[in-house]
């Protein structure tokens, strides 16, 4: 009999989870039996006992046979015929007697039936499972289908009464998934390249902004990008946060990702702002205008007093729609209730939990759904019920926000789409939601109990943790990858192309169990190739083209596969090296199919990097394990400095004059930063990204990985006014070299 140690290794391998990785410093880390107990836990599976952990590992063997269908089938639209595997329990030769009838449900609502019945019925395997047979057979689809979705019904009949059990008949359902091969490549693209501005938008500064950047400030971006010949403008996510400090600011840490900010809303292009006597009355009291001269004086974002800022005029323009539209069903509330019938349930989930976020906060002062009382712990429990009835209009505010955000999004959508660039607005998807937050609440059971993150690595020597719970692989396919496709969908509605964060958790999740040190979690594997399949037909469906930012420690097959769907990889000029040599790789070396830049929101800006204030702020931070650590990396960016003189020098871009000595070069310069840039735009990259930040000189990056309030992360503005950086000759300077 096996030890209960060898079935948990057996369990954990079922489950995906890996035995061993390699670090980014070449060091082999063995996946710890206890590491894999706590994975497994998380993964909510009983494993406490010998017992348990067999009936585990049973019931994955089992599952493939004991369900009629399973609940989706992801396939490529080179796949077709179609083959659909159904199991079914019977005796030896008692399949003669079976008919299976399934129809196929496309998008439009069109049905076809199929048939099979007595020697058309052929097994192509079979199982035992308790001294009882079970067969597969495949249900072969002879159409030619579009890419899209479809569901699919399977009965199976018997003559014989009670053959299934209490009768002679069993019906399941499930869905098929059909993807194209490849993602999206603008026509322009195809064989071409282009380049853009990168920025954060809250941290952009105007004149006109109330304190933190605007839709109407990216749309101003986005003209100035136009008008420079640049083909796009990425920002970073726009997902809904919490907007409450420390823990509720990262962008990358929402409470959903598929709704956002209302904090990006322009409100004085809002209509029903404008009509609203008692809107206007606020705006122009002289309270008001103290707190909102404050916040636009101010260096640093304040996300509780701009969101309370937002709402004082966004609650009396909610009261107007409702009362002059929404009762009076006119054109605007018309557009409106179309708006919510096509978001549908997913909407009507995340505006009942912000209703209820802000009915928890101030009567419990509970920010998470887990602080909440146990009634309020299940979208579907009786008390959620009562609540939803209770406070319908207050759900409603939530939904008509969404909206407006949908609206200003879509002026900006016409904006790039009129200009003719090529691609336009570049979102960021955010590798995942927070546990108190509406997405984990609305699908508990399809999330571990346990945090993702990174093992350690140069940039963050003690790995990271980032505070949000992994999908279970299993559960993903249990509901039909239904959240997945929603993010995806989501995301891909507003914009041209689409980075999604650390992409490799597409492939697969460092699961850190709950409590435990980065250094003690572990890999897990996701189903990839049935995400990349439907990652491809969004992008296709949406004419949205996908950066897969591959960074990080990497499995062997992740580079292949991107490059496979015509996905765009994610290369950084700081870590394209000739490793194990620091030598920076040459232009024409880089990747055809790749986006380039040189820095991201979690790494130095240039000028930052140039007079290591990075290395600098982690030391005062305790980031280091020692003296000898934090001299190393000192060392170590001093020699990579030399090294970029050396090749920029050898390109033809530095000439002769310009210093070779990096002793010379105490402090980045404009020449240099534009020659760095020069040296992206000439590798074959389809997209070159160039950060805003480090055109005018920003000294300090936006995040520091693994702080949370010893370091400004998310709140730093950038120290000039977009109306001033419109006018700077260095981006027009810049855009010529892309020429």
Same mark, same amino acid.
């Given at each position: 009999?096996?030890?209960?140690?060898?079935?948990?290794?057996?369990?954990?391998?079922?489950?995906?989870?890996?035995?061993?990785?390699?670090?980014?410093?070449?060091?082999?880390?063995?996946?710890?039996?206890?590491?894999?107990?706590?994975?497994?836990?998380?993964?909510?599976?009983?494993?406490?006992?010998?017992?348990?952990?067999?009936?585990?590992?049973?019931?994955?063997?089992?599952?493939?046979?004991?369900?009629?269908?399973?609940?989706?089938?992801?396939?490529?639209?080179?796949?077709?015929?179609?083959?659909?595997?159904?199991?079914?329990?019977?005796?030896?030769?008692?399949?003669?007697?079976?008919?299976?009838?399934?129809?196929?449900?496309?998008?439009?609502?069109?049905?076809?039936?199929?048939?099979?019945?007595?020697?058309?019925?052929?097994?192509?395997?079979?199982?035992?499972?308790?001294?009882?047979?079970?067969?597969?057979?495949?249900?072969?689809?002879?159409?030619?289908?579009?890419?899209?979705?479809?569901?699919?019904?399977?009965?199976?009949?018997?003559?014989?009464?009670?053959?299934?059990?209490?009768?002679?008949?069993?019906?399941?359902?499930?869905?098929?998934?059909?993807?194209?091969?490849?993602?999206?490549?603008?026509?322009?693209?195809?064989?071409g390249k282009t380049w853009g501005l990168s920025a954060n938008l809250y941290a952009v500064r105007s004149s006109r902004n109330w304190g933190i950047g605007d839709f109407t400030d990216l749309k101003d971006i986005l003209a100035w990008t136009a008008g420079l010949k640049g083909g796009?403008?990425?920002?970073?996510?726009?997902?809904?946060?919490?907007?409450?400090?420390?823990?509720?600011?990262?962008?990358?840490?929402?409470?959903?990702?598929?709704?956002?900010?209302?904090?990006?809303?322009?409100?004085?292009?809002?209509?029903?702002?404008?009509?609203?006597?008692?809107?206007?009355?606020?705006?122009?009291?002289?309270?008001?205008?103290?707190?909102?001269?404050?916040?636009?004086?101010?260096?640093?974002?304040?996300?509780?007093?701009?969101?309370?800022?937002?709402?004082?005029?966004?609650?009396?323009?909610?009261?107007?729609?409702?009362?002059?539209?929404?009762?009076?069903?006119?054109?605007?509330?018309?557009?409106?209730?179309?708006?919510?019938?096509?978001?549908?349930?997913?909407?009507?989930?995340?505006?009942?939990?912000?209703?209820?976020?802000?009915?928890?906060?101030?009567?419990?002062?509970?920010?998470?759904?887990?602080?909440?009382?146990?009634?309020?712990?299940?979208?579907?429990?009786?008390?959620?019920?009562?609540?939803?009835?209770?406070?319908?209009?207050?759900?409603?505010?939530?939904?008509?926000?969404?909206?407006?955000?949908? +609206?200003? /999004?879509?002026? !900006? &959508?016409? #904006?790039?789409?009129?200009?003719?660039?090529?691609?336009?607005?570049?979102? $960021? %998807?955010?590798?995942?939601?927070?546990?108190?937050?509406?997405?984990?609440?609305?699908?508990?059971?399809?999330?571990?109990?346990?945090?993702?993150?990174?093992?350690?690595?140069?940039?963050?020597?003690?790995?990271?943790?980032?505070?949000?719970?992994?999908?279970?692989?299993?559960?993903?396919?249990?509901?039909?990858?239904?959240?997945?496709?929603?993010?995806?969908?989501?995301?891909?509605?507003?914009?041209?192309?689409?980075?999604?964060?650390?992409?490799?958790?597409?492939?697969?999740?460092?699961?850190?169990?709950?409590?435990?040190?980065?250094?003690?979690?572990?890999?897990?594997?996701?189903?990839? +190739?049935? /995400?990349?399949? !439907? &990652?491809? #037909?969004?992008?296709?469906?949406?004419?949205?083209?996908?950066?897969?930012? $591959? %960074?990080?420690?990497?499995?062997?097959?992740?580079?292949?596969?991107?490059?496979?769907?015509?996905?765009?990889?994610?290369?950084?000029?700081?870590?394209?090296?000739?490793?194990?040599?620091?030598?920076?790789?040459?232009?024409?070396?880089?990747?055809?199919?790749?986006?380039?830049?040189?820095?991201?929101?979690?790494?130095?800006?240039?000028?930052?990097?140039?007079?290591?204030?990075?290395?600098?702020?982690?030391?005062?931070?305790?980031?280091?394990?020692?003296?000898?650590?934090?001299?190393?990396?000192?060392?170590?960016?001093?020699?990579?400095?030399?090294?970029?003189?050396?090749?920029?020098?050898?390109?033809?871009?530095?000439?002769?004059?310009?210093?070779?000595?990096?002793?010379?070069?105490?402090?980045?310069?404009?020449?240099?930063?534009?020659?760095?840039?020069?040296?992206?735009?000439?590798?074959?990259?389809?997209?070159?990204?160039?950060?805003?930040?480090?055109?005018?000189?920003?000294?300090?990056?936006?995040?520091?990985?693994?702080?949370?309030?010893?370091?400004?992360?998310?709140?730093?503005?950038?120290?000039?006014?977009?109306?001033?950086?419109?006018?700077?000759?260095?981006?027009?300077?810049?855009?010529?070299?892309?020429?």
């Amino acid at each position: 009999m096996k030890s209960h140690d060898e079935l948990i290794h057996e369990l954990a391998a079922l489950c995906g989870i890996v035995p061993e990785y390699w670090d980014i410093f070449g060091n082999k880390h063995i996946t710890a039996i206890e590491t894999k107990k706590s994975i497994l836990g998380s993964m909510k599976l009983r494993i406490d006992t010998h017992e348990e952990t067999l009936n585990e590992i049973e019931r994955f063997s089992r599952n493939p046979w004991i369900r009629l269908i399973e609940p989706v089938h992801v396939i490529s639209v080179n796949e077709l015929p179609m083959k659909i595997p159904v199991s079914i329990r019977v005796s030896e030769g008692e399949e003669k007697g079976l008919s299976v009838i399934w129809t196929i449900q496309d998008e439009k609502g069109q049905v076809s039936e199929h048939g099979l019945s007595g020697d058309d019925i052929v097994a192509a395997g079979q199982h035992w499972i308790d001294g009882r047979r079970y067969i597969r057979i495949n249900l072969t689809d002879n159409e030619r289908r579009e890419a899209g979705y479809y569901n699919i019904t399977v009965e199976c009949r018997h003559p014989a009464e009670g053959f299934f059990g209490a009768g002679n008949s069993i019906c399941k359902k499930g869905r098929i998934i059909i993807a194209p091969d490849t993602c999206y490549i603008p026509p322009e693209l195809e064989k071409g390249k282009t380049w853009g501005l990168s920025a954060n938008l809250y941290a952009v500064r105007s004149s006109r902004n109330w304190g933190i950047g605007d839709f109407t400030d990216l749309k101003d971006i986005l003209a100035w990008t136009a008008g420079l010949k640049g083909g796009f403008v990425g920002i970073n996510p726009l997902h809904a946060i919490p907007n409450t400090k420390p823990y509720g600011i990262s962008p990358y840490s929402p409470i959903t990702r598929l709704y956002k900010n209302f904090i990006y809303l322009d409100l004085e292009s809002i209509p029903e702002v404008i009509e609203s006597s008692k809107a206007i009355s606020i705006m122009r009291s002289q309270g008001f205008k103290r707190e909102l001269n404050r916040r636009k004086k101010a260096d640093l974002i304040d996300y509780e007093k701009m969101a309370a800022i937002k709402n004082k005029a966004l609650k009396p323009a909610f009261e107007n729609f409702y009362e002059n539209h929404f009762k009076n069903n006119t054109l605007r509330s018309r557009e409106f209730k179309q708006f919510l019938s096509e978001e549908g349930k997913a909407l009507e989930l995340f505006a009942l939990y912000m209703a209820l976020w802000e009915y928890m906060k101030k009567k419990e002062k509970a920010y998470a759904w887990r602080n909440w009382p146990e009634a309020y712990h299940t979208p579907d429990g009786e008390a959620v019920r009562e609540f939803r009835e209770k406070h319908e209009k207050e759900i409603l505010f939530y939904q008509y926000v969404q909206w407006l955000i949908h +609206e200003q /999004l879509q002026d !900006i &959508i016409d #904006l790039y789409k009129s200009s003719g660039m090529p691609v336009g607005l570049y979102h $960021d %998807l955010a590798i995942g939601a927070i546990g108190g937050g509406s997405d984990v609440w609305g699908n508990q059971d399809l999330f571990g109990d346990a945090d993702v993150g990174a093992p350690p690595d140069d940039f963050s020597p003690e790995g990271q943790n980032w505070g949000f719970p992994p999908m279970i692989p299993w559960e993903m396919k249990e509901t039909a990858y239904d959240l997945f496709i929603q993010t995806m969908q989501k995301n891909m509605k507003y914009g041209g192309a689409i980075r999604i964060d650390h992409a490799l958790g597409i492939f697969r999740l460092f699961w850190i169990p709950g409590g435990s040190h980065p250094s003690e979690g572990a890999y897990v594997e996701c189903p990839y +190739e049935d /995400l990349l399949k !439907i &990652i491809a #037909l969004e992008s296709v469906r949406n004419r949205t083209m996908v950066i897969a930012e $591959d %960074l990080g420690t990497i499995g062997d097959n992740v580079r292949e596969a991107i490059k496979k769907y015509n996905m765009l990889s994610y290369r950084l000029f700081y870590f394209e090296r000739n490793y194990p040599d620091p030598s920076f790789v040459p232009p024409d070396k880089y990747p055809e199919m790749a986006l380039c830049s040189v820095t991201t929101h979690d790494l130095p800006t240039i000028y930052g990097y140039w007079v290591g204030q990075d290395i600098k702020l982690r030391k005062e931070l305790g980031k280091y394990a020692d003296e000898d650590m934090f001299r190393q990396q000192l060392d170590e960016r001093e020699r990579d400095k030399g090294l970029i003189l050396s090749t920029l020098k050898s390109q033809g871009i530095l000439n002769d004059d310009f210093p070779s000595d990096i002793g010379d070069v105490p402090e980045m310069t404009p020449e240099l930063c534009n020659a760095i840039y020069e040296y992206l735009a000439r590798t074959p990259c389809r997209l070159v990204l160039v950060s805003l930040d480090d055109i005018i000189g920003t000294l300090n990056q936006q995040n520091m990985p693994g702080t949370v309030d010893a370091h400004p992360n998310w709140i730093q503005k950038i120290p000039v006014l977009l109306e001033d950086m419109m006018k700077d000759k260095r981006f027009s300077e810049l855009a010529a070299m892309f020429r």
